[in-house]
């Protein structure tokens, strides 16, 4: 008991005591923040005297920003003197002694302004006006520091009846030791264990430094920042080596590495650099760089600044694009030739469109006008050539035509729109309506649905798919054409792809029909594959290349599947 109440009248004198360092540290506030508001009211009084010296004898309105504002200012101040001061009357009556010289300070002030607007104000009425300001400044001066000697004095008193009421007796310096000495033993061993995970934390933090270093030399970048308030720059090492030089072979400042800028590049990044502080956005720059070797390498730097408290920083990253842009210019040119290569095949189109269907035409229209009698006046070895050659030219016109078509598909407007693939189909149906009544086939089909298409290029689809099926059908057996039509995920697609929410369609046409070796399911769609010959089955080997290209322009896929003398199944997946 007696431990607690010792322990409680300890306790009550630290309090007392602490109480009253508080009020001591409140009253040094209080004459801290009356000092500081005399100083803030004199100043803004001689900014405001300075702003009208300077209007009256430059006429500049930018003079006049600091007197315009300062009567708000010294207002604001006399308020808070005020406050501050409502619990001492003497200092009251000071504070109301200030604002009548203050007021008449700023009425001088302006009648000196209004004097000049009349062009009364020569150089005696300046003279006088001034010195007048000047006296009765150095009277609010006088009365502040009076004020600021009053508050000292007050301080003064209140300090040495806190000393006279502090005493600290042997036994509470005794205990206060002996708590400071327990405190001292927690502290050290709490001291050792944080050094403990503090060599933890710094051998943990060189890995990463570390890792950070190998990460720059292997990546080609480098790392920087500019303390905007110290002017304090950083490089990591990375950034020496790469403009050729050993690490930290220079001290890092902006003249020191602008050197090493290429000289047409330095104003362009200076002028960036001066936007990205007052904008105080990310900034991208290329520019060269001369090494300390003469090589010129291409780097790119991407800068911004971080504001935290009082202290605004600019950080970036710096890599050498130099291999990049050799690439990029290698793509490039690539492109260039590609362009020019383009350029030769629409001039081999435009020549199988018009040159080379011209002599066809031509050849056509001679055979077509021999008649009978000079057919049978022809030897039967000159018939059979010129049935040869009639033969010859049309399944050129056919294969000009096919290849006129294939190249149309590569290179025609991709134009989307939504269209109902029911009629597409349809149109493609009236079309080969003649080959299906020859061939007696039948053609049965789910609904489909209506998507964002091309729509010639589906009507085309259809048609080359249910052309093919009437053309490769088995001799015995009535051709029988299935067309069906699934809505399914990309995952049921493609299992493999990332996004397995996306819908395709699956649109399949089936026949009965002779089929293929199913090891050519890759091959059919090759342009000009043929798996049977001229004599057998007309054709030149493209309407499948043109299948495949249709639905590459959809951004979809389409496989085959056959077996020989089974039919085959051609598949093709359009998105949604």
Known sequence: MSLIFLLLFLSSIIYKNTLQVSNSTKWVVHSYKVHLALDRLMLTLKDAETGQRGFIMTHDKNYLKPYLGSKIKVRSTLAQLKWLSSDNTEQEKNIEKLEEMVELRFGYLRYSMYQDSLGSMNKQNLKESLDTGRNLMDTIEVHANKMIALEQYYLEKRNENYVSKTT??????????????AIFSMAYFKINKDLSVMEETNRQLMITNESNRQAEKIGGFCTWTWDLKTGELKYSDNLYELLGCEPQSFKPTRKSFTAFIHPEDRQKITEEAAALLIENKQLIQHFRVIRKDGAIRHFKSIARTIDHKDKRTVIGIMNDITDQNEANFAIEQRNFELEQINGELESFNHVTSHDLQEPLRKIQTFISRISSNDMDSMSET????????????????????????????????????????????????????????????????????????????????????????????????????????EKISISQMAPSEAKPDKIFYQISVSDNGMGFDPQFSESIFTLFQRLHSSSEFPGTGIGL?????IIENHKG????????????????FLPE
Not at 168 to 181: D, E, K, R, Y
Not at 545 to 549: R, S, V
């Open 168 to 181: 600290v007796t042997p036994l509470l310096i005794l205990l206060i030791v002996l708590f400071s000495l």
């Open 557 to 572: 896929t389409i496989k085959a599947q056959g077996r020989l003398n089974e039919g085959a199944v051609f598949t093709f």
């Open 382 to 485: 000159g018939r059979e050539y010129i049935g040869k050659i009639l033969s010859a030219a049309t399944k050129m016109r056919t294969l000009i035509d096919d290849l006129l078509l294939f190249s149309r598909t590569n290179k025609a407007d991709k134009i989307f729109e939504k269209a109902d693939l029911n009629e597409l189909f349809q149109n493609s149906l009236q079309e080969l309506a003649q080959a299906i009544q020859e061939k007696k086939a039948t053609v049965t089909a789910d609904p489909l649905p209506e998507l964002q298409v091309i729509p010639y290029q589906i009507q085309q689809l259809f048609t080359n798919l249910i052309s093919n099926s009437l053309k490769y059908s088995r001799p015995d057996i009535n051709p029988a054409i299935t067309i069906r039509s």
């Open 545 to 549: 290349a043109i299948c495949k290209k």
